[in-house]
T-cell receptor, first 111, second 115 residues
């Protein structure tokens, strides 16, 4: 089967840096994506890692280590609007791009 | 094109009734996915289409669920004989088929409540 683990909640203050970890156990791993979802909103794409290493997109970066079955999302210069749920999701070889999501990490940014 | 749209946004029904949801993907996207999300959980894959062909159905999807994508454009998801356990947010997403996994664009979802 496939499983992903991420912390259920994280709290940080405005301006800080926070890292959300994701470990996965899958067969046929292809890549790791990150999505953000505000309360009552749709998931929106943040980042994708197909290869080992760091991908940077503005204040957000994502890292993947395929050998460790591990990735993380790094959020810098936190803002109040970053309070949301963050999901890691794996895609698999020959599975048409379907995503298998983790249970999500609820990030609370405090003033 | 303003993105993926879903209708209705909310549906309240009584147990045993049939319901149908519609998803209109981004027009040039040839892949369309349905997911289900319950409170405090991540989206759970249900099924996906590449153009009009339904290529995979989750084993979690019982025979009461059926999805179609005629002509490879909009899609419908029907649930027959609804049960209280079907109460969830039903999300639709679309993407371009390309060389590898692509960003999926999600619609706002249809929230189903089965009484």
């Amino acid at each position: 089967g496939q499983s992903l683990e991420q912390p259920s909640e994280v709290t940080a203050v405005e301006g800080a840096i926070v890292q959300i970890n994701c470990t996965y156990q899958t067969s046929g791993f292809y890549g790791l994506s990150w999505y953000q979802q505000h309360d009552g909103g749709a998931p929106t794409f943040l980042s994708y890692n197909g290869l080992d290493g760091l991908e940077e997109t503005g204040r957000f970066s994502s890292f993947l280590s395929r050998s460790d079955s591990y990735g993380y999302l790094l959020l810098q210069e936190l803002q109040m609007k970053d309070s949301a749920s963050y999901f890691c999701a794996v895609s698999l070889y020959n599975q048409g791009g379907k995503l298998i999501f983790g249970q999500g990490t609820e990030l609370s940014v405090k003033p | 094109d303003t993105g993926v749209s879903q209708n209705p946004r909310h549906k309240i029904t009584k147990r045993g009734q049939n319901v149908t949801f519609r998803c209109d993907p981004i027009s040039e996207h040839n892949r369309l996915y349905w997911y289900r999300q319950t409170l405090g959980q991540g989206p759970e894959f249900l099924t996906y289409f590449q153009n009009e062909a339904q290529l995979e159905k989750s084993r979690l999807l019982s025979d009461r669920f059926s999805a179609e994508r005629p002509k490879g454009s909009f899609s419908t998801l029907e649930i027959q004989r609804t049960e209280q356990g079907d109460s969830a947010m039903y999300l639709c997403a679309s993407s371009l088929m390309a060389g590898g996994p692509q960003e999926q664009f999600f619609g706002p979802g249809t929230r189903l409540t089965v009484l």
